[in-house]
């Protein structure tokens, strides 16, 4: 009995939590009064024992009981203090923000600096007929030349014309789509073929490691006009370069082979930490972006465009791979993009 009062009375004198905390060790910690008392309970005679069990009990729950009170008045009175002094002109607390992902980031300052010079964004399938993806392209059937591209062909459907269905390993199956759409609008409005399209879309490709994923993005530039030339090529190609990359970026043209563009060309830009000196990173300098040349007559045909009267040109680079070549952005493992993992993500 004198343990409880001698509780109760110093619970109710508490006038901070840190006091409160310190009596409930002292009374009902693992050394603490009432513990021991009621270990001492077996020195009790047996025939009173559970009468005496049950009052340390007792005593126990109401000292509980009354800790508790008290730290629920202390609360009470902490935030009555807490209400009186809240200023509301204090700025708020900001909740998080988010932010969108890298890859939309990059997409859209991409599709930003081609609109500036007459590109419209389109959007074509990223399941595809294999005819758009390869056949259209000027693939003849059954051509080693699809392998490059390591596609994952699906099973889904196959058309007699069209052929299987793929996952698109490249932007370029909106070129000849694009080509029709044109044809077609030419028609109507009497118009010449005008075309001057950036097609972003997902690419899946058989791969994956740190410089590769499965699925990324690539930007396909395609322009069909009349006496359109390599020199518009080279000059689109240093626009995107000084607006994307800065100024002190500079390309270059190298011969290559794709079936879709003749000549056709790999394109490579100045390496960002060396400015084209040499260093670990790049090794001579130069970083590849991608592909280019000018629309293969073949494929301008499957369009259905007059090979006399026009010629275009072609461009498709990828997404994550230019965001990377971008100065001060350096991603050890491509794959982190697409792993969901705040603690990378946030730092962009
Ligand atoms: N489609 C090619 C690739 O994925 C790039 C390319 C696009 C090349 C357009 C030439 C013209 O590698």
């Not at 007699?160 to 789509?177: A, D, W």
């Not at 073929?193 to 899946?204: D, E, F, H, P, T």
Request: aromatic fraction near 10%; hydrophobic fraction near 35%.
């Amino acid at each position: 009995m004198q343990i409880k009062n001698d509780a109760l009375s110093l619970i109710l004198d508490a006038s901070d939590k840190k006091t409160l905390e310190e009596i409930k060790l002292q009374f009902l910690g693992r050394s603490g009064k009432l513990t021991l008392a009621l270990k001492d309970i077996t020195k009790v005679p047996l025939d009173r024992r559970a009468e005496v069990g049950k009052l340390a009990n007792e005593v126990k729950e109401s000292v509980e009981e009354a800790i508790d009170r008290q730290e629920g008045m202390l609360q009470h009175k902490t935030m009555q203090t807490k209400r009186q002094t809240l200023d509301v002109t204090n700025p708020g607390i900001t909740p998080p923000h988010g932010h969108l992902h890298l890859i939309t980031q990059a997409i859209q300052e991409i599709t930003s600096i081609f609109e500036k010079i007459g590109f419209t964004r389109v959007r074509y399938p990223e399941i595809d007929w294999d005819y758009y993806a390869f056949t259209a392209l000027n693939f003849p059937a059954n051509h080693p030349a699809r392998d490059d591209w390591e596609t994952f062909f699906t099973k889904e459907d196959t058309d007699s014309e069209k052929g299987q269905i793929v996952l698109t390993p490249h932007t370029s199956n909106g070129q000849v789509r694009e080509m029709e759409r044109a044809v077609a609008d030419s028609k109507k409005t009497g118009q010449p073929v005008s075309i001057r399209m950036l097609n972003i879309a997902k690419c899946y490709r058989r791969q994956s490691d740190v410089s590769h994923t499965q699925m990324f993005h690539q930007f396909e530039g395609l322009v069909v006009g009349e006496n359109i030339s390599i020199v518009h090529l080279k000059g689109v190609l240093d626009y995107f370069v000084k607006s994307y990359f800065g100024e002190n970026r500079t390309s270059r043209i190298r011969p290559y082979h794709f079936q879709f563009t003749e000549p056709s060309f790999e394109i490579d830009v100045t390496c960002g930490v060396c400015l084209g000196k040499g260093c670990k990173l790049c090794k001579a300098g130069w970083l590849e972006m991608g592909g280019a040349g000018m629309v293969h007559p073949n494929v301008l045909k499957y369009g259905g465009i007059d090979t006399k009267k026009y010629t275009g040109f072609a461009f498709g680079w990828g997404v994550e791979r230019v965001l990377m070549m971008k100065e001060g952005i350096e991603i050890d493992d491509l794959r982190l993009l697409y792993s969901n993992k705040l603690e990378f993500l946030e730092q962009f």
